[in-house]
């Protein structure tokens, strides 16, 4: 990873944590300072998905969710499902928009 992109990761998680005020996206237990919270991908970030969404979508902003490192396997979302498919949409109709 670059540094930029780096630092660009680190803004983004801050950004998110405020957005979900400092609580676990999947159990909803606010976060302390022993937590290892990560910013949780909620269309897989496979080779495939990014092959097929393109990076952009993938990490997008919508796609990420802050979570414990437990939690975090608990907000995938299958890209095939209705819910998937929902999802790609709103992220690419937001990039358009940009
Ligand atoms: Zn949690």
Redesign the pocket.
């Known amino acids: 990873m670059k540094f930029y992109e780096r630092e660009r990761a680190i803004l983004l998680k801050q950004q998110i944590l405020r957005d979900q005020e400092g609580v676990?996206f999947?159990?909803g237990?606010a976060f302390t300072i022993h937590d290892q919270i990560q910013a949780a991908h909620r269309i897989c970030k496979s080779k495939v998905n990014l092959n097929k969404y393109g990076s952009d979508v993938i990490h997008h902003r919508l796609n990420l969710v802050c979570?414990?490192d437990?939690?975090n396997s608990a907000v995938l979302i299958n890209p095939e499902t209705q819910t998937g498919k929902d999802l790609i949409e709103e992220i690419k109709q937001a990039i358009e928009n940009q």
């Open positions: 676990c999947v159990c237990k979570t414990h437990i939690c």
